[in-house]
C-alpha cells in the first residue's frame, strides 16, 4: 500500500492533476483497509508454513515479520547456525582421532594445536543464513504470499496494526489471523550483573571465541551450546542447579550425557546457581556462584534458563487468553479464545521444535483453506521424535521411563537396555570414546513401544524411522521383526533382549 | 587318534555367523552341540568381511574429513589435503587385525560359556552319513549328529579363464595386504568391489575400477546405480565402463600391466582384486548323503531351511538367497527355536522379504524392497507412485565441494503402500534401520508422513516428500 508522507503531499498538491489523483488515492486508502483472507504474523518456521500453504489453497495471504528477515528463531539463532556450529565442534574431534587412525602421522593435529577460526567461520554461518532468507522470501513470493516487514498488534477492531520498519503504520484485515510470534531468551534480570552476559542469541553474534565461558543452564540448549564451545577448545563452565543435564529427558540420557560431558573436560557444576556477575576493568567477568566457587577471568557468560514467548501484541483487544506461563491457549485445532484467531509454535509452547510449528501450521492451513478432507486436520503431539545436539547426540521419542512407570505402574513396563562402544572406536584411545546407550521403554503384555531413548554417535540421524514405526503403533516383537543390518549400531535396536 | 563316533543332537559344520548363531541358540535350548569350524570363529564377517571392510570404511571417510578442516577454519596451519595425506597402512592393518583377533576371542568364549562344543577341522561327510573332522595337527575325529546344520558360507570367485588371472587376488587377499598399493584396479560392480574401490581411492590410492556395464551395484534401483558411478568418477576413481579383462601380465620389476577388452591397458599397477563373485563352499562330500543343489550351485533349501536330506539343513551364504551376516543369524536361530525351543516355535522361518541392507560405498547406500524396475514389473506403472528429492545435506553448506544426497520412495496401490526405500549419502547406513521396521510392519505413505520430522537432519527429508 502506498502512502504519501505529509511533505510531498503538501508539495505536489501544487501540482493539479497528480495532486488530484493522489490525494483520491490516498483518501481511499485511509477509509479502507486491505484485506486478506489469511494475516500471519511471525515469519518463522510455523507462520511461513501455514502462510505458504494457504496461499497453495487459493487464499490471499499476508506475512508479517518484525525481524526483517525470514525464518525465525530456526534460521536465524536456532536450529541451522547451531547444526552448523556442532559440525565444526564435531569435526575438531574427528580430526583429532586422524593418529589413531594412522592418517597424517606427520601433522600434529591434536588438541594442542587445534585452531579455529571463530570471526571467519561466522561469516560464512551468517552467510548461509542470509541465503536462506533470501530463499524464505523467495519462496513466498514465488508462492504469491505477501510479505510485511514490522512489527504487529491488534486494534480493537480485530485488524492488525503493523508498525513497519520503514517508520510507517498501516492496518490490515484478515478473515483468518494466525499468531506465530515465537519466543526469545529468558534473562535471569534478578541476578546482579546479569546484564553481563548474552543469551543465545547473543552467542550467534559473538565476533570472538571466548577462552573461557560460563554456560548457565541444564536444558538442551546450554547443553548444546557447551558442548560446541568445548569442542572447539574452549574451557567451559556449566552451571547446573540439579546433579544431571536434560532433566525434561529420560535418565538414560541425564545421567549419560552428564557423566561424559565431566570425562571429556566440561567443569560441570552441580547445584550451583550464579549468584552475581562482576565485569572487571579488563572487561572479563568474574562469576560467582550460590557455594562460593568463584570463576575469574571469563571472557563470555552465556545465560540459558529458559525461553519465553512473544505475546505482546494487545491480545485483550480481541480477547487472545494466555495462560499462567504467558503461552497463547489453543485447543487441539490450534484455535485461540477468540473467533477467526489462531495460534502455534513456540509462542502456544506445547512442543517447542520447528518441524511441530510446520506441521501444525501446514494442517491449520488445511482445515481452513484445504478441501472437505482436511476440515478437521490437526496435529498430534504425541511421539514427536526430537534429538539434542551434545556430543555425543543424543534421541527421544515417546515416554521417559519415569513417566511410564506413572502412567502403566511398574509392573506393565519391559525395560529394554544396551550400552557398547560403537566400532568407530574399537581402534582409538580410551580419552577419545562416546558411549552409546540405547533404552526401550515397552508397556503392555504385548510389549508396545512407549519410549525410546538414544544416546551415541549418530542419533540425531537413527531416530528418524524408528520414530515412523513408534506412531504406527510398534510393539517390541514389530522391532526384532526386522532384519539387523550390520555393521551399525542402529541394529542394536532391533537385537534388543 | 579316536575312531569311536561322538554323537551330538546337534552338529553345526560352519562357526561363521549363521552357524554361530544357530549354535548358541540351540545349545541354550539344552540341546548338545557341536561347532566345527576350519578357520576362524566368526566367519567371513568377522575375519575377511563385515568388521574388517568397516574398520578400513571409517579410515577412509576420516581421511576425507580430515581435508574438510579449512573449509570449517579449523587446523589453519596444518597443510590438510588430499596432497599431504599419508596413511600408515602397515600400522592400521596390524590395529585391525588385532580387533579381529579380539572379535574371534569372543566368539569363542561365549560359545563355550553356552556350552557348544567346538572341534577346530574340516568337516566332510562320509558314507554313513557321518561327520569327519581332519584336524590341523592331522588327528581325525568322527561325529553323528541328530540334526546337521550346513553353514559353510561362501568364498570369491575367480576368473581362472583370464591369462594371468593367478597374478590377482581377490577380498581375502586384499585383507591380506600389508603394504599399501599405490595403484589398484578392482575388477567387479558389485557391492565388495564398490566399496574396496572407494576404500582405496578414499586413502590415497590411484585406484581403476573395471566394470562390465555402464553403472556400478547393478543389482541395485537406477537411482544408486546412477548416483555413486556418477560420484565415483567425479571423486577420481577411473571407472572403465562397458570392460572386461582381457590378461593380466606380470613385469619384471614386479608390477601388473592390465589389458582390457577396450584395448586399454592400465600399466604398473601394484595389485588387481578381482571382485567378481561369490561362490558356495561345498567340498566337503556332500555327494556322500546326496545334498542337492539349485541351479546357482548353492545348497537348496525350503524355507525352513530344510535340503533335500531329511534332518539336515542350510542356511547363510551357501544356501544364497540373501547372503547378509545378520540374514544369516535371524535363519540360523529361528532354526533353532524350531528344532529344539518351545511347542511355539514349531514352524519358526525366517521372512526373507523387506530385509534392509546398506553398501559401505562414498556416500553409503541404505535400500530396502523392490527396486523401481522391479516394482514396475509387478505393480504396473500405472499403480506406482515415486517420490524423489535431492539435496545437500547441511554439512556442506560450509565446504566448497559437495556429496550428493538422493532418496526415492517408491508406493504401490491405492494406499500407496511403500514397496521400496532407496537412499545415497551421508550416513544412509544408520537411516535405514528404523524405517525397516516400518516397512516391514507395513508402512504406507501417510505413515511416513504423520511422524514429525526431526531437524536439522538428511532423515527428516524421507518424511516430508512430495
Not at chain 1, 522470501?137 to 498488534?153: F, I, K, L, Q
Not at chain 1, 521383526?481 to 542402529?490: E, F, G, L, M, W
Not at chain 2, 535363519?331 to 514352524?347: C, D, M, Q, V, Y
Request: hydrophobic share 35%; charged share 25%.
Amino acid at each position: 500500500m502506498f502512502k504519501l508522507p505529509a511533505k510531498l503531499v503538501n508539495r505536489v498538491s501544487t501540482i493539479p492533476s497528480l495532486s488530484s489523483s493522489i490525494l483520491k488515492y490516498n483518501i481511499r486508502t485511509m477509509s479502507s483497509m486491505k484485506e486478506y483472507d489469511y494475516v500471519v504474523i511471525g515469519g518463522g518456521s510455523g507462520g511461513t508454513a501455514s502462510a505458504r500453504r494457504a496461499a497453495s489453497y487459493g487464499a490471499k495471504v499476508l506475512l508479517i515479520e518484525g525481524r526483517g528477515k525470514l525464518g525465525g528463531t530456526c534460521v536465524n539463532v536456532g536450529c541451522v547456525p547451531k547444526k552448523i556450529m556442532w559440525y565444526t565442534s564435531d569435526l575438531a574431534g574427528k580430526i583429532q582421532h586422524g593418529h589413531g587412525y594412522n592418517l597424517y602421522e606427520e601433522l600434529p593435529i591434536d588438541k594442542e594445536h587445534l585452531t579455529f577460526n571463530w570471526p571467519a567461520f561466522k561469516e560464512k554461518r551468517d552467510a548461509y543464513v542470509h541465503r536462506l532468507n533470501g530463499i524464505y522470501e523467495a519462496n513466498c513470493a514465488r508462492e504469491n504470499v505477501d510479505v510485511a516487514y514490522g512489527w504487529a498488534s491488534f486494534n480493537k477492531d480485530g485488524s492488525v496494526l503493523i508498525k513497519k520498519l520503514d517508520g510507517t503504520e498501516e492496518s490490515v484485515k484478515g478473515k483468518h489471523t494466525l499468531i506465530a510470534t515465537g519466543g526469545i531468551p529468558l534473562l535471569p534480570k534478578n541476578i546482579p550483573g546479569y546484564e553481563h552476559g548474552v543469551s543465545s542469541d547473543g552467542f550467534f553474534e559473538l565476533e570472538q571465541q571466548p577462552k573461557k565461558v560460563v554456560v548457565v543452564g541444564a536444558g538442551y540448549i546450554g547443553v548444546e551450546l557447551s558442548g560446541v564451545f568445548h569442542g572447539l577448545g574452549s574451557e567451559v563452565h556449566l552451571c547446573i542447579r540439579g546433579d544431571t543435564v536434560l532433566r525434561k529427558f529420560d535418565s538414560c540420557i541425564q545421567d549419560t550425557i552428564t557423566e561424559h560431558y565431566i570425562k571429556s573436560g566440561i567443569n560441570v557444576h552441580k547445584q550451583s546457581q550464579v549468584a552475581k556477575v562482576e565485569k572487571n576493568a579488563t572487561g572479563s567477568l568474574t562469576v560467582t556462584l550460590n557455594n562460593g566457587t568463584v570463576l575469574s577471568d571469563v571472557d563470555t557468560l552465556v545465560w540459558t534458563v529458559g525461553r519465553r514467548t512473544l505475546v505482546d501484541l494487545n491480545l485483550d483487544n480481541v480477547g487472545v487468553k494466555i495462560n499462567n506461563k504467558d503461552q497463547i491457549i489453543v485447543d487441539e485445532y490450534q484455535n485461540t479464545d477468540a473467533q477467526n484467531i489462531y495460534s502455534l509454535g513456540d509462542v502456544v509452547g506445547k512442543v517447542d521444535l520447528t518441524p511441530v510449528a510446520i506441521a501444525a501450521g501446514r494442517k491449520l492451513a488445511n482445515r481452513i483453506f484445504g478441501p472437505e478432507q482436511f476440515k478437521n486436520d490437526k496435529l498430534s503431539y504425541e511421539n514427536v521424535p526430537s534429538v539434542v545436539f551434545s556430543h555425543p547426540t543424543s534421541g527421544s521419542c515417546g515416554i521417559t521411563e519415569k513417566e511410564a512407570i506413572e502412567k502403566y505402574g511398574k509392573e506393565n513396563i519391559k525395560i529394554y537396555q544396551t550400552g557398547f562402544g560403537a566400532m568407530y572406536y574399537g581402534v582409538l584411545d580410551e580419552s577419545f570414546k562416546q558411549p552409546t546407550k540405547y533404552k526401550l521403554v515397552c508397556a503392555g503384555p504385548e510389549e508396545k513401544v512407549v519410549g525410546l531413548h538414544i544416546v551415541g554417535d549418530s542419533s540425531d540421524e537413527i531416530l528418524q524411522g524408528f520414530g515412523v514405526a513408534m506412531k504406527m503403533g510398534a510393539t517390541k516383537a514389530d522391532f526384532d521383526n526386522c532384519v539387523a543390518i550390520h555393521p551399525t549400531s542402529a541394529e542394536e535396536l532391533v537385537t534388543l533382549r | 587318534m579316536s575312531s569311536a563316533v561322538k554323537h551330538y543332537e546337534f552338529i553345526v559344520i560352519g562357526g561363521g555367523s549363521g552357524g554361530v548363531g544357530s549354535a548358541r541358540r540351540a545349545s541354550q535350548y539344552g540341546a548338545k552341540t557341536l561347532l566345527i569350524e576350519g578357520k576362524k570363529l566368526g566367519g567371513t564377517c568377522v575375519n575377511v568381511g563385515c568388521i574388517p571392510k568397516k574398520l578400513m570404511w571409517y579410515a577412509s571417510n576420516l581421511a576425507k574429513s580430515i581435508t574438510d578442516a579449512h573449509d570449517y577454519k579449523l587446523f589453519e596451519n596444518l597443510p590438510l589435503n588430499k596432497e599431504n595425506l599419508t596413511f600408515n597402512w602397515r600400522e592400521f592393518v596390524d590395529k585391525r587385525d588385532s580387533y579381529l583377533r579380539v572379535l574371534n576371542g569372543i566368539y569363542e568364549e561365549n560359545l563355550k560359556k553356552f556350552g557348544v562344543d567346538i572341534d577346530f577341522g574340516w568337516a566332510t561327510f562320509d558314507k554313513q552319513g557321518h561327520v569327519e573332522v581332519s584336524k590341523h595337527d592331522g588327528t581325525k575325529n568322527i561325529y553323528s549328529g541328530d540334526h546337521i546344520l550346513i553353514a559353510t558360507g561362501g568364498k570369491p570367485i575367480i576368473p581362472n579363464q583370464i591369462p594371468g588371472y593367478e597374478f590377482g587376488i581377490d577380498s581375502d587377499g586384499f585383507f591380506s595386504l600389508k603394504t599399501q598399493p599405490k595403484k589398484t584396479v578392482v575388477v567387479g560392480a558389485g557391492y565388495i568391489g564398490i566399496e574396496l574401490a572407494g576404500v582405496l581411492n578414499g586413502l590415497g590410492t590411484e585406484a581403476h575400477l573395471v566394470i562390465r556395464g555402464k553403472t556400478v551395484l547393478r543389482k541395485f534401483d537406477i537411482l544408486i546405480q546412477e548416483t555413486i558411478t556418477d560420484h565415483y568418477v567425479a571423486t577420481g576413481i577411473n571407472v572403465h565402463k562397458e570392460a572386461k579383462v582381457q590378461k593380466v601380465e606380470k613385469r619384471t620389476d614386479g608390477k601388473l600391466n592390465v589389458t582390457l577388452t577396450t584395448s586399454e591397458t592400465i600399466e604398473g599397477a601394484d595389485c588387481i582384486i578381482w571382485t567378481i563373485g561369490r561362490k558356495s563352499y561345498l567340498d566337503f562330500g556332500l555327494e556322500n548323503i546326496g545334498v542337492k543343489l539349485n541351479d546357482k550351485g548353492q545348497i537348496l533349501t525350503d524355507e525352513y531351511q530344510n535340503t533335500s536330506v531329511p534332518n539336515v539343513y542350510s542356511l547363510g551364504d551357501v544356501s544364497g538367497r540373501i547372503e547378509l551376516t545378520p540374514v544369516a543369524i535371524a535363519a540360523g536361530r529361528k532354526l533353532s527355536n524350531r528344532l529344539f525351543g518351545p511347542e511355539k516355535f514349531a514352524k519358526d522361518k525366517l521372512d526373507y522379504t523387506n530385509i534392509p541392507s546398506v553398501v559401505f560405498s562414498h556416500p553409503e547406500v541404505g535400500t530396502i524392497g523392490l527396486s523401481e524396475a522391479k516394482a514396475i514389473e509387478q505393480f504396473g506403472q500405472e499403480n506406482l507412485k515415486i517420490y524423489n528429492t535431492s539435496f545437500s545435506a547441511l554439512y556442506y553448506s560450509m565446504l566448497q565441494e559437495k556429496t550428493p544426497t538422493k532418496y526415492k520412495l517408491i508406493c504401490a496401490g491405492p494406499t500407496e503402500k511403500v514397496v521400496g526405500l532407496h537412499i545415497v549419502g551421508d550416513c544412509s547406513s544408520e537411516i535405514m534401520q528404523g524405517f525397516g521396521v516400518a516397512i516391514k510392519m507395513g508402512a504406507v505413505k501417510a505413515d511416513f508422513d504423520n511422524c514429525v520430522a526431526i531437524h536439522p537432519t538428511s532423515a527428516e527429508e524421507l518424511v516430508t516428500l512430495k
